[in-house]
């Protein structure tokens, strides 16, 4: 594997409340993304990075923020978790082509 | 609006018959084609992948077709094998990544 996690593997938390998920690479790859993947929608881009600092939205941003401020380190934040961000979320790494993938964070809102 | 389209959604085969996942999409600026196999409980996993100036890639039991002008790609398991039990996702990558909705396939010993 990819020296790739993510923190916490499991989160249950309630409505309203903010969730910050993590992901920590030991590659030193310059873009690293954050996705989630739900039944039927396949695997959806929230916010990507292309290098310390520097961040854009992907699709599914609304709701989400994200922090990079160690080429390692790549944080997703729920500012007000609601129901409809129940997922399983994916953090990937890659240097251009092809993207390796962490081992997931299932997330479940109440 | 869906960037890859991807079918079926599920898939069955029995064991040593060939696997075919077919995926389509628009954007011709998209440069680099590959595919994912993800288990449960894991994250997905790169399988292979094709650029567009190539028509076909193969390797070991897994081959990508590539149909430019028809902006067509797939990918054939050939003697289908209980352990490719999976869940595959075709790419299409730009700018961005795009993925398709993902196929389950289910290899019946």
């Known amino acids: 594997d990819a020296g790739i996690t993510q923190s916490p593997r499991h989160k249950v938390t309630e409505t309203g409340t903010p969730v910050t998920l993590r992901c920590h690479q030991t590659?030193?790859?310059?873009?690293m993304y954050w996705y989630r993947q739900d039944p039927g929608h396949g695997l959806r881009l929230i916010h990507y990075s292309y290098g310390v600092k520097d961040t854009d939205k992907g699709e599914v941003s609304d709701g989400y923020s994200v922090s990079r401020s160690k080429t390692e380190d790549f944080l997703l934040t729920l500012e007000s978790a609601t129901s409809s961000q129940t997922s399983v979320y994916f953090c990937?790494?890659?240097?251009?082509?092809?993207?390796?993938f962490g081992p997931g964070t299932r997330l479940t809102v109440t | 609006q869906q960037q890859v389209k991807q079918s079926p959604q599920s898939l069955i085969v029995q064991k040593g018959g060939i696997s075919i996942i077919n995926c389509a999409y628009e954007?011709?600026?998209?440069?680099?084609f590959p595919w994912y196999q993800q288990f449960p409980g894991k994250g997905p996993a790169l399988l292979i992948a094709i650029r567009p100036d190539v028509s076909e890639k193969k390797e070991g039991r897994f081959t990508i077709s590539f149909n430019k002008s028809a902006k067509q790609f797939s990918l054939h398991i050939m003697d289908s094998q209980p352990g490719d039990s999976a869940t595959y996702f075709c790419a299409a990558i730009g700018n961005q990544f795009y993925f398709g909705t993902g196929t389950s396939l289910t290899v019946i010993p």
């Open positions: 590659e030193n790859h310059r873009y």
């Open positions: 990937a790494i890659s240097d251009h082509y092809e993207q390796y």
């Open positions: 954007n011709t600026a998209f440069d680099y």
